[in-house]
């Protein structure tokens, strides 16, 4: 079984699923990582050199492979990944694997997320705190149809620990 974790960035996909894998002994992937060392290039320069649209097409491509090669992985997405083509579709169907959503207020990741922009490519032109509220708002809006199609939805306002205690609470 393999389980995946998305939401929105800054969602904490990352942190929460090594800890996850830690806990559960699993083997820990996060897709943005596999594409950055597959393509020798960060997600910033993809998107410069390349654009959204190959982005998305490689995003999808390596998490084919990712799911066909690992068993009992933790696999983070980006988070688009499950908004383009029809990943959350092929996802929730797959039956090795169970998705989980990481459901976090607007507030904390705006907290999260104002310190972080130079690094995420979708919200680096974004200059003030309210513009970045309005911007997640939107977005997070829009993305919402396709993460609460997630088998699993968690509360992940919380500590690390605290939310990876409830996942594990809810898988078994």
Do not use: W
């Amino acid at each position: 079984m393999n389980i995946i974790l998305l939401g929105y960035m800054a969602s904490g996909k990352s942190k929460i699923g090594l800890e996850l894998a830690k806990t559960l002994s699993f083997n820990f992937k996060d897709l943005d990582d596999v594409i950055q060392l597959e393509e020798k290039k960060s997600i910033k320069e993809i998107f410069n050199d390349s654009g959204e649209l190959y982005f998305r097409e490689k995003e999808k491509e390596y998490l084919h492979k990712v799911l066909e090669s690992c068993n009992n992985t933790i696999i983070s997405l980006g988070g688009g990944t499950p908004c383009y083509y029809n990943t959350m579709d092929e996802l929730v169907k797959n039956p090795n694997v169970k998705t989980l959503y990481l459901n976090v207020s607007i507030p904390v990741l705006v907290t999260r997320l104002k310190n972080e922009k130079l690094k995420r490519p979708i919200i680096s032109h974004i200059e003030t705190d309210a513009l970045l509220t309005e911007f997640i708002s939107k977005h997070l809006f829009e993305r919402s149809l396709y993460y609460n199609q997630a088998e699993y939805k968690v509360n992940a306002n919380g500590s690390v620990n605290n939310v990876v205690e409830n996942i594990v609470l809810q898988l078994f």
